[in-house]
């Protein structure tokens, strides 16, 4: 296991988000100073400015910062996939990345964590892939190409790329989409339920970044529980922590007829390892999906 760090001052971005606010709130709790990048002139002390569109950053506030973790970019599931909205999912990674990137080549942090996604190795069927497995060629594996490209730029600084899968929270995310439906009776597999869904725990996303602060880990990296499931596996453990049914499946069709080009990553199957962390003995609060279920919802 890494040591444990002095307190650390450290900046993010993608502050506000589901994952940025927990983190933050952990890392405060832990006695790091953290810094978030806000988009419009910073008026507190624990602002940075940035522009991701035209690649500022206020370099004189970023000066000392001893890790930069960058999280920021458009959801991918938050739009139907027109061709305007796959334009804004990929240039708000690729710009935000550059740009932060380029600073972080600056002001040479200890280390540099930038998110990117399972959606790197594509459809992958029942086969297990883990960090040193090829990508794949879908919109999304492309976006993360560039994305985990840019963050290169950050040079010699140690870069973290954190691909991330299904993260797990009642507050946000495709959970706290499910929860209301399930407890209304109305969940239930989506499509045939038989694609392989990588998730991690909200919870265990945060303790995994904090590790990878502490850690001399460089590169991908999968932010996954060891136990993937499949979307059916999924469902039925969901419906048993809430004590509901889940009679109700959407039939893929449907699913391509509503959410466009997302349907493919609802439906599409990715088994994903995360074969770096255990190697680096991280262990998992919650490696099983029945646990972290349990854990999460409240039973109706």
């Not at 009776?185 to 919870?203: D, E, M, R």
């Amino acid at each position: 296991m890494p040591t444990r760090l002095p307190p650390q001052r450290v900046a993010v971005t993608g502050a506000s988000g589901l994952i940025g606010t927990a983190l933050v709130g952990h890392l405060r709790s832990e006695g790091h100073t953290v810094q978030r990048f806000v988009r419009r002139p910073a008026i507190a002390r624990d602002e940075i400015s940035w522009d991701p569109k035209a690649g500022t950053v206020d370099l004189s506030a970023l000066e000392g910062v001893d890790a930069v973790i960058h999280l920021a970019g458009a959801g991918v599931g938050d739009k139907r996939w027109t061709k305007k909205y796959k334009s804004t999912i990929l240039n708000s990674r690729l710009l935000g990345t550059t740009a932060i990137a380029n600073a972080v080549a600056t002001v040479k942090p200890s280390v540099f964590i930038s998110a990117s996604a399972i959606g790197w190795y594509g459809e992958t069927g029942n086969r297990a892939v883990t960090e040193s497995d090829r990508g794949g060629d879908d919109f999304l594996a492309a976006v993360c190409r560039e994305w985990e490209g840019a963050a290169d730029l950050a040079g010699d600084v140690r870069t973290v790329k954190i691909r991330t899968g299904l993260v797990l929270d009642p507050t946000g995310g495709a959970l706290g989409r499910m929860i209301p439906l399930f407890r209304f009776g109305l969940g239930g597999k989506l499509g045939n339920g038989k694609q392989w869904w990588s998730w991690i725990t909200l919870h265990d996303q945060v303790r995994a970044i904090c590790h990878l602060m502490e850690s001399k880990i460089s590169g991908p990296v999968n932010l996954t529980a060891p136990n993937p499931s499949t979307n059916q596996e999924f469902t039925a453990a969901l419906a048993r922590a809430m004590h509901r049914p889940a009679l109700f499946p959407a039939p893929g069709f449907a699913l391509k007829l509503a959410l466009g080009g997302f349907s493919t990553e609802i439906l599409g199957s990715k088994k994903i390892l995360p074969q770096a962390l255990l190697d680096d003995n991280f262990v998992f609060d919650y490696p099983h999906l029945t646990s972290a279920l349990e854990a999460l919802v409240v039973p109706h």
